[in-house]
T-cell receptor, first 116, second 114 residues
Framework: AQSVTQPDIHITVSEGASLELRCNYS??????LFWYVQSPGQGLQLLLK??????LVQGIKGFEAEFKRSQSSFNLRKPSVHWSDAAEYFC??????????????FGQGTILTVHP | NAGVTQTPKFRILKIGQSMTLQCTQD?????MYWYRQDPGMGLKLIYY???????DKGEVPNGYNVSRSTTEDFPLRLELAAPSQTSVYFC?????????????FGPGTRLTVT
């Protein structure tokens, strides 16, 4: 079965600082990987996705993520954080086929606080 | 284009009561999902549907039921509410065939069972 671990429950950064949120996955084949963001009181919004090809993927709002198969990781990065980036971030993995197609498994989430 | 809408936004139930959480999408998506979100636990899939008339269990289906009579609507029924069902519930939808993972989420329903 697929699983996702986000080791950091809460991260605090200063505005303008760089950001890296960690994500490790477990899946037997090549996974489909995603990062979603949830602003307070809102539903989730897709930030970026990896299906295949280039291991560095670009998303919305200036975010990027790198797929590293050898480390089973898909870390999210942003070079300069803005106060509006404060939110909860979820990494997710989807099966690339079979009866689980279309179903996502989410990590526990990382809450990002941004100090002015 | 409203996307995914959910009603109600908030609800308090007494133990043993029943209710239906409504979910509607206007994007003509085939796939629809119900998740529950508990603090520190991420989102857990309750039920999902790949089209009208087709539903299947997710990771945590006990205590819930669903139906999908139209493409647009995917209501979630709670029978005999229990305190363990206190949670925030999200409905989501996506297209099929390659875009199934680009899920669009509703704003959520916060449910308290006391």
């Amino acid at each position: 079965a697929q699983s996702v671990t986000q080791p950091d429950i809460h991260i605090t950064v200063s505005e303008g600082a760089s950001l890296e949120l960690r994500c490790n996955y477990s899946y037997g084949a090549t996974p489909y990987l995603f990062w979603y963001v949830q602003s307070p009181g809102q539903g989730l919004q897709l930030l970026l996705k990896y299906f295949s090809g280039d291991t560095l993927v670009q998303g919305i709002k200036g975010f990027e993520a790198e797929f590293k198969r050898s480390q089973s990781s898909f870390n999210l990065r942003k070079p300069s954080v803005h106060w509006s980036d404060a939110a909860e971030y979820f990494c997710a993995v989807g099966a690339s086929g079979g009866t689980s197609y279309g179903k996502l498994t989410f990590g526990q989430g990382t809450i990002l606080t941004v100090h002015p | 284009n409203a996307g995914v809408t959910q009603t109600p936004k908030f609800r308090i139930l007494k133990i043993g009561q029943s209710m239906t959480l409504q979910c509607t999408q206007d994007m003509n998506h085939n796939y629809m999902y119900w998740y529950r979100q508990d603090p520190g636990m991420g989102l857990k899939l309750i039920y999902y549907s790949v089209g009208a008339g087709i539903t299947d269990k997710g990771e945590v289906p006990n205590g819930y039921n669903v139906s999908r009579s139209t493409t647009e609507d995917f209501p979630l029924r709670l029978e005999l509410a229990a305190p363990s069902q206190t949670s925030v519930y999200f409905c989501a939808s996506s297209q099929s065939q390659g875009s199934a993972y680009e899920q669009y989420f509703g704003p959520g329903t916060r449910l308290t069972v006391t």
